[in-house]
């Protein structure tokens, strides 16, 4: 399918960029993942803003208007469509800061460079929903500055390959005892019929779903807070969902191979993840 890259439509097996571009050599740019249900990109808006906090905590120049990204996002949406005849997709956009010669200072006046394809979106299968998903967990051994969201993955690759190389589908990670996400969701738990997520700082990608899942318990009628939340109060939790572009919301039903929850419900799905996928939905 067509890909676009400063400025022009490809096939993506066309596209190239320079080995001196910054994002290659240091990893030095942002991304942004979009859903598309039937060729309408999901929270656009709000993506929008986050890739314009990621820029800007890097400086790097927001390339294109609102208008601007709109434009070139529905022409590679519309494309994909009319090919594969897949109105729902994922739409994956990085900018990085451009092409210079290696050097850790940031050179200034450089054209960022700008990359985005779609892809099948591939939501979980009715299987993952049914039963739930395993996760195990491990210390957050990332950086300090998970807010950005920077195309720098190799903390979050480590973290993720922990959970595939036992047959688990995410890492839950945890920085000094303290819940902080997944390496490529965030992460709930639900205690006393309230939804609990760790509060928004520099150790956690603010995931669009942290307002929506707000939106969405504030309309049903469920608890939601943001609060440092323990090891021990995830062990023993109701429930555990995990929320990202991809996921929307899965519930967690195995950590650490131990059924999550309590009495019937143990192991199982749980009321207030149903209720939330039934609204998401
Ligand atoms: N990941 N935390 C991390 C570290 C993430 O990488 C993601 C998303 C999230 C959830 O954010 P959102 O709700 O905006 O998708 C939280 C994307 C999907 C990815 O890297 O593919």
Redesign the pocket.
């Known amino acids: 399918s067509l890909c676009y890259l400063n400025g022009d439509y490809l096939r993506l097996c066309d596209a190239k960029v320079s080995v001196l571009d910054r994002g290659f050599i240091f990893g030095d740019g942002v ?1 942004e ?1 979009v859903p598309v249900y039937g060729q309408r990109l999901f929270r656009l808006r709000q ?1 929008l803003v ?1 890739l314009e906090r990621s820029l800007a905590k890097l400086r790097i120049p927001n390339p294109h208007t609102e208008a601007e990204w709109l434009e070139r996002m529905r022409r590679l949406i519309a494309d994909h469509a009319q090919r594969f005849g897949a109105p729902d997709q994922l739409l994956y956009l990085q900018v990085t800061r451009g092409v210079a010669m290696r050097d850790h200072v940031m050179p200034t006046g450089l054209t960022p460079t700008v990359f985005m394809m779609t892809s099948p979106l591939k939501p979980p299968s009715p299987e993952q929903r049914h039963h739930g998903v395993a996760c195990v967990t491990a210390r957050d051994f990332r950086w300090e500055r ?1 807010d950005i ?1 920077s195309i720098s ?1 190799l903390g ?1 690759v480590l973290a993720r390959q922990i959970s595939a190389d036992q047959g688990a589908v995410e890492t839950i990670l945890f920085r000094n005892g303290y819940l902080t ?6 992460v709930w738990i639900v205690h006393e019929g309230a939804v609990l997520g760790p509060p928004k700082s520099e150790h ?2 603010e ?4 307002e929506l899942i707000a939106e969405l318990c504030e309309e049903l009628g469920i608890g939601f807070n943001l609060r440092p939340i323990t090891e021990t109060e995830v062990n023993v939790a109701d429930e555990i969902i995990l ?4 996921k929307e919301v899965l519930p967690v039903t195995r950590l650490d191979g131990e059924p999550v929850g309590h009495g019937a419900g143990r192991g199982k799905p749980g009321p207030v993840y149903a209720r939330l996928y039934e609204a998401y939905q």
């Open positions: 991304y993942v993506h986050r998970g969201k993955l979050n996400e997944g390496s490529s969701s965030n956690v990608l995931g669009i779903r942290y929320s990202s572009a991809t």
